[in-house]
């Protein structure tokens, strides 16, 4: 490989991992008893290129066994695959290599929670942030972490961080809006989902999350919008078909809520959410107000 070439593909290995770790890094979607938790990542890729790309990754650390960006990098090629043990596997080597890289640190921690090793993901957020104080994206993982973990106040504190280091990241203002609603806040909620929205509004996340906001604070109109926009982005979101369909029942809708409460259904059998819904607006005795 001639050095120009070498040059050129290490440039490109910094678009890749920016990429992957944007990617990664995405927000915990809204949790409630309709569904499991889930996390963004990078979509499964259909076409062969991740495993050829993962491919020219290898080939660039046989020529450069100790540069850490190349382990980096295929770290999060292995991560987009899916394969969060190998991913996990380049992760380290990074840091061995470079035990002040902040990005694979997250990186690592990123691929950790993808496994359910919240508490090692929660260390790795930490060694990110004592490497580079000032690396952003650490502060929403480790904020997602804690969330998930009840520690609410350090939740915030560092997604304040965040959005102070961050302020175009819709990522940060969506996690935050998380923590608020989760604290009962939900005007405050709905203001930080409001700008996750204005900085990205092809997600669903957000809008399904500000739906629950809505309804808490019994504006069910706007919040029927929200999921009709989530559902644009995502149609098979089973969580987002309930919540309508919970607007709809709010709202002394039964047809649409029964409708939604069907769909949702159709898609996750065991939604909670919709099976009890369509027990009170199909005559069932259920209370929507338990």
Same mark, same amino acid.
């Given at each position: 490989m001639t050095s120009l070439s070498l040059a050129g593909r290490k440039a490109g290995l910094v678009a890749v991992v920016a990429l992957a770790a944007?990617?990664?890094?995405?927000?915990?979607?809204?949790? /409630?008893?309709?569904?499991?938790?889930?996390?963004?990542?990078?979509?499964t890729d259909a076409t062969g290129a991740t495993n050829v790309n993962i491919a020219s990754l290898s080939e660039v650390i046989q020529r450069n066994p100790?540069?850490?960006?190349?382990?980096?990098?295929?770290?999060?090629?292995?991560?987009?695959?899916?394969?969060?043990?190998?991913?996990?596997?380049?992760?380290?080597?990074?840091?061995?290599?470079?035990?002040?890289s902040a990005s694979a640190f997250n990186n690592r921690a990123l691929a950790y929670r993808q496994t359910g090793r919240n508490d090692a993901a929660l260390q790795d957020f930490s060694k990110a942030?004592?490497?580079?104080?000032?690396?952003?994206?650490?502060?929403?993982?480790?904020?997602?972490?804690?969330?998930?973990?009840?520690?609410?106040d350090g939740a915030l504190n560092d997604l304040n961080m965040a959005i102070r280091m961050l302020p175009e990241s819709a990522e940060a203002y969506h996690a935050r809006g998380?923590?608020?609603?989760?604290?009962?806040?939900?005007?405050?909620?709905?203001?930080?989902?409001?700008?996750?929205?204005?900085r990205n509004p092809f997600v669903s996340a957000p809008y399904a999350a500000r739906g629950q906001s809505l309804i808490a604070t019994n504006q069910y109109d706007k919040a029927i919008e929200d999921y009709n926009a989530a559902l644009n982005v995502n149609n098979k979101?089973?969580? /987002?078909?309930?919540?309508?369909?919970?607007?709809?029942?709010?709202?002394?809708?039964?047809?649409?809520?029964?409708?939604?409460?069907?769909?949702?259904?159709?898609?996750?059998?065991?939604n909670a959410i919709?099976?009890?819904g369509l027990g009170r607006v199909q005559g069932g005795v259920g209370s929507l107000f338990n």
């Open positions: 944007a990617a990664l890094a995405g927000c915990e979607t809204v949790g /409630s008893a309709a569904g499991p938790k889930q996390y963004a990542v990078l979509e100790n540069d850490a960006s190349a382990y980096n990098t295929r770290g999060a090629a292995y991560a987009r695959a899916g394969q969060f043990g190998e991913a996990i596997t380049d992760f380290t080597k990074a840091v061995q290599i470079d035990p002040n942030i004592s490497a580079d104080p000032n690396y952003g994206p650490a502060y929403i993982g480790r904020a997602n972490v804690l969330r998930a973990q009840g520690d609410l998380l923590v608020r609603q989760k604290q009962g806040q939900n005007q405050q909620a709905i203001a930080d989902f409001d700008a996750a929205i204005d979101d089973a969580t /987002s078909w309930a919540y309508r369909g919970l607007a709809y029942e709010k709202s002394n809708r039964k047809k649409e809520a029964a409708e939604s409460y069907q769909r949702a259904a159709q898609i996750e059998p065991g919709a099976k009890q």
